[in-house]
């Protein structure tokens, strides 16, 4: 695996909670200014929003992670940058691709907002994710005791779980290398998941000083 770098050390999992002051919010209806998939003309689909306001980054504000999956977005990087807490400006994407039916028939355009928290993760978790990215442990004996640790989570910072190997996004504003700061696996918390695959994995990168976003997709 290339050299990573994550934003946030040690990382936190995003777990559905019942305690309505959170500050996360695990999918949700989109109603940010400027967050419309220019492929579909139709909100893009929120995955998560987190108040940064509670970890140690220089990021002050809500970041909400944002994707489509029913065209070409899914198919290239795709960058944005948060204006507000409310407005995001698109960068870059990729073109086309609209389809109907997929990644499943009657696919939402959101999904039930959740209250999360961020459960940290403890340095024997990260520890074997490690090993498991770098090919110092073998998947088939971890699935045997921590199952749950290879399959793409929902993961703020730290090191992920990952499908493929990584690489790192340029911003598309300062040019500079851009670091890790989350993973998102299938779950959504509702009856369907993001594409109905918990092998499917969406990947962020940021650049804190252009306060832009840049995500892709792995799949197994």
């Not at 967050?35 to 940064?52: G, H, I, R, V």
Request: negative net charge; glycine residues 6%; hydrophobic residues 30%.
């Amino acid at each position: 695996m290339m050299e990573f770098s994550t934003i946030i050390k040690p990382g936190y999992f995003i777990e559905i909670s019942e305690n309505e002051s959170s500050f996360h919010e695990l999918c949700g209806e989109n109603h940010i200014n400027g967050a419309e998939c220019p492929n579909c003309n139709k909100p893009l689909l929120k995955l998560f929003t987190l108040d940064s306001r509670q970890l140690p980054i220089s990021y002050d504000g809500k970041i909400h992670f944002l994707f489509c999956w029913t065209c070409n977005i899914a198919q290239e990087d795709f960058f944005y940058k948060h204006i507000s807490d409310q407005k995001i400006e698109i960068l870059k994407y990729g073109l086309g691709g609209q389809m109907d039916d997929f990644p499943y028939e009657n696919y939402p355009i959101s999904f039930d907002s959740k209250r999360a928290v961020l459960k940290e993760i403890n340095d024997t978790e990260q520890d074997i994710i490690h090993k498991v990215n770098t090919a110092q442990a073998e998947e088939y004996e971890i699935n045997q005791t921590k199952p749950d640790l290879i399959v793409p989570k929902h993961q703020i910072g730290g090191e992920p779980y990952l499908l493929n190997e990584y690489r790192t996004l340029a911003c598309p504003q300062c040019s500079e290398d851009m670091k890790f700061i989350a993973s998102f696996g299938d779950r959504t918390g509702s009856s369907g998941g993001f594409t109905n695959n918990e092998y499917v994995q969406t990947v962020y990168q940021i650049c804190q000083n252009c306060r832009t976003l840049g995500a892709y997709q792995m799949t197994d």
